[in-house]
């Protein structure tokens, strides 16, 4: 499966973007997907996490109550909405995609198979 990434942006603190990450071929509603992120000098990390039917979502802490993750199984579209963005939420972020009904791990990146290029979001003070 092949994913494509895109809303990233520059924007200043306190607003909001909304990323897309869009999934090759005809199985993707058996895909959990994930959102990491880095930023310079730092490991990815995990910053949410859907299952396959969208009925379970996972937030990281640093994120909690900011962002939000969701799916369109019809479009094969995963997204995620970003609010009340802060500088420390600066870095590349990547789509994430493992081809299971059941995710037992959804933070570590070594759980997904599959992963986006990356877009890049900047928010500025």
């Known amino acids: 499966v092949q994913l494509v990434e895109s809303g990233g942006g520059l924007v200043q603190a306190g607003g909001s973007l909304r990323l897309s990450c869009t999934a090759s071929?005809?199985?993707?509603?058996?895909?959990?997907m994930a959102w990491f992120r880095q930023a310079p000098g730092k490991e990815r990390e995990f910053v949410a996490a859907i299952s396959w039917s969208g009925g379970n979502t996972y937030i990281a802490d640093s994120v909690k109550g900011r962002f939000t993750i969701s799916r369109d199984n019809a479009k094969n579209t995963v997204y995620l909405q970003m609010n009340s963005l802060k500088p420390e939420d600066t870095a590349v972020y990547y789509c994430?995609?493992?081809?299971?009904?059941?995710?037992?791990?959804?933070?570590?990146?070594?759980?997904?198979?599959?992963w986006g290029q990356g877009t890049q979001v900047t928010v500025s003070s």
């Open positions: 071929g005809r199985t993707f509603s058996s895909y959990a």
């Open positions: 994430a995609a493992e081809p299971t009904y059941s995710l037992r791990r959804y933070a570590p990146t070594a759980s997904y198979d599959y």
